[in-house]
């Protein structure tokens, strides 16, 4: 029986690839990384299973090209509770540029009708109360308000769901209002809600204090380079995972981290063993090309590696 369920709203295949430097307004040759079935919580629910815990994965996919999905859930193991509707499940475009950052195109997918949306709630609601931890990643899709998320969000919290929300922008917004159990922005994503730049650590965990003020329990907050902090009623912690040489994508690195720290908290690690753990995977995550640990054995140099500083407690 799965323990953890992972639930994707908007779910996408990833076309992966890289490339010096974005020319814009001219032809770019892009070196393909190849085109997998993703979206955030699935890259979540792909890692975990490689770890050995068991998921369920729900939400929705678009009926005419489901094909992949359902080959990937089989192969992996993965129970499978999507909805499907009508259309195509997007394309999103992922281009690393191997002097600068990643560039997402993310695309618009499938426009889910209230009837698939009333559908959907009154499922899950039922079947993501028989599971420890709720993973809700990634974006929101066509016909899918905010506020339609957040009182859906509200709804799990009321039944004693525990729900990880790893999103951003408008969805990030309105889930941090439905008392999410875990949130794990990034530095730009906080500077976002609180509404200034945060241009050092003192004030990354100032803003984070006032996160964790409106009622969530664990904030996370993904630096890039600079590590991750993680915030409790027990500790402020900041974790630095070693650099790292070979940066083949850094996609999938955020879920890496999330389904890290899901398996910590399943394992009952401690806090800092915890962070530790899930910024190898997520350090690891980015010297390839798609997401998974085809080989936990590698992630015990990076773990070694991992500088673990106790901010406060």
């Known amino acids: 029986m799965a323990r953890v369920a992972t639930i ?7 076309l ?34 490689d770890l050995g815990v068991d998921v369920a994965v729900g939400g929705f996919l678009g009926e005419d090209n489901v094909g992949d999905f359902e080959t990937l859930f089989k192969k992996q193991g993965l129970e499978d509770k999507f909805h499907r509707v009508a259309g195509k499940t997007r394309i999103n475009v992922k281009i690393t540029e191997t002097e600068a950052d990643v ?3 993310n695309f618009l997918g499938y426009q889910i009708t209230s009837e698939a949306w009333q559908q959907f709630t009154a499922d899950s609601l039922a079947y993501c ?6 993973a809700v990643c990634g974006s929101l899709p066509r016909g899918v308000t905010p506020e339609l998320f957040a009182d859906w ?21 309105a889930g941090l209002k439905a008392h999410p159990w875990l949130v794990k922005p990034n530095h730009r994503e906080l500077e976002a809600w609180i509404g200034h730049p945060l241009n050092s650590l003192e004030k990354i965990i100032v803003a984070a204090k ?3 003020a409106e009622g969530i329990a664990n904030v996370i907050i993904s630096m890039g380079a600079n590590g991750s902090l993680w ?9 630095q995972p070693p650099k790292c040489e070979n940066v083949v994508s850094t996609v999938g690195a955020g879920d890496s981290m999330v389904a890290g720290l899901i398996y910590g908290i399943e394992k009952g690690l401690p806090q800092a063993e915890t962070l530790a753990f899930a910024s190898a995977v997520s350090a690891f995550a980015v010297s390839q090309s798609n997401v998974g640990v085809s080989d936990t054995s590698l992630l015990e140099p990076i773990l070694a590696n991992v500088k673990i500083s106790v901010i406060e407690g």
């Open 16 to 49: 992966v690839g890289r490339l010096p430097r974005i020319e814009i307004g001219e032809v770019n040759t892009v070196e393909t990384l190849g085109i997998f079935p993703a979206g955030k919580g699935i890259n979540v629910a792909k890692v975990l299973k």
């Open 153 to 173: 969000l509200n709804r799990l919290h009321q039944a004693g769901v525990k729900v990880v929300l790893d999103s951003s922008n408008a969805a990030l917004t």
């Open 231 to 239: 915030l409790n009623d027990h500790a402020v912690i900041q974790a």
């Open 8 to 14: 994707t709203l908007n779910a996408a295949y990833d």
């Open 129 to 134: 109360q028989n599971f420890d931890i709720v």
């Open 210 to 212: 006032k996160l964790k």
């Open 103 to 105: 560039t997402d195109l």
